[in-house]
């Protein structure tokens, strides 16, 4: 498929992997390959497809071969992108996730646990700014905690800086309310589950952003890039989110999208 106009989000494991907008092209492998896609693609506006059967697309590789061999530098460059990340993530694993592991199951402090799980979550995505929201009695999602880094603001947490911002309720009954919530991104996550990965939050046709706008324009601040992530009880019960925003390049220190391994 060739998307032509719109946009296509491939979902995987409840996870968003890639973001497609105008020419991306995807099913190119599964076609190739004879096999069933195992992620799921979602049109997140309306968009226009152009289709291509398997048959025709394998035809026109054979009689093509430089075609073929643009669809083979494509999938390789795609592989030493995952591969570079799957490197990281291991390095990740053996020298921050595992040994924070242990130190939270040890930790007793609520705030102290909070405090510790924003920062190393932004630690490992190398993310300037983080929220972290619970669940109340009632349902509600609150702030507990929020930091960024290159205003200094820390609020919640193991700080002595109160959260200002309020509680919001969600009706998990009512779709509607998702695309009107105080903090749609969030109030997706903390319903279906599901991990968003967004590159730019102003852009998004698919979460509302006045909210997140609305706390910028307070904070001074910007928030683009978006990684959003379900915190669950031991029974996989959605218990909060946690929200990191503007990952940063590690050179240039820009805003950059998350990795779609995180």
């Known amino acids: 498929y060739v998307v032509l106009a719109g946009g296509v989000r491939v979902d995987q494991d409840r996870r968003t992997l ?8 995807f099913g190119e492998y599964s076609a190739l390959q004879s096999v069933s896609s195992n992620a799921t693609f979602l049109a997140t506006e309306d968009s226009s497809l152009l289709k291509i059967s398997a048959d025709i697309f394998r035809d026109v590789m054979t009689d093509h071969p430089a075609a073929l061999m643009g669809v083979i530098s494509e999938y390789n460059a795609q592989l030493a992108t995952y591969m570079h990340d ?4 291991r390095v990740q ?12 199951s040890q930790e007793e402090d609520e705030k102290k646990l909070i405090e510790r799980i924003l920062d190393e979550s932004m630690r490992i995505c190398n993310s300037d700014g983080g ?4 669940r109340n009695d009632d349902g509600s999602l609150a702030y507990r905690a929020m930091q960024i880094r290159s205003t200094n603001l820390h609020i919640g947490g193991a700080s002595d800086n109160e959260v200002t911002f309020a509680a919001f309720t969600l009706n998990d009954g009512d779709q509607d309310n998702l695309s009107t ?10 319903q279906d589950g599901r991990t968003v990965n967004i590159s730019n939050l102003y852009e998004s046709s698919e979460f ?5 706008k609305e706390r910028d324009s307070e904070l001074g601040y910007r928030s683009e890039s978006c990684l959003a992530a379900a915190l669950r009880d031991q029974s996989g019960e959605v218990v909060g989110v946690l929200e990191l925003v503007n990952a940063q390049d590690g050179e240039s220190g820009s805003v950059i999208a998350f ?4």
């Open 18 to 25: 890639r973001q497609l907008t105008q020419y991306d092209v």
């Open 86 to 89: 799957l490197s990281a993530l």
């Open 93 to 104: 694993l053996e020298e921050v996730i595992l040994p924070l592991g242990i130190a939270l």
């Open 131 to 134: 929220v972290l929201y619970l």
């Open 181 to 190: 919530s105080p903090a749609s991104v969030v109030a997706r996550v903390a």
């Open 208 to 212: 509302d952003s006045t909210a997140i």
């Open 259 to 262: 990795s779609p391994i995180h």
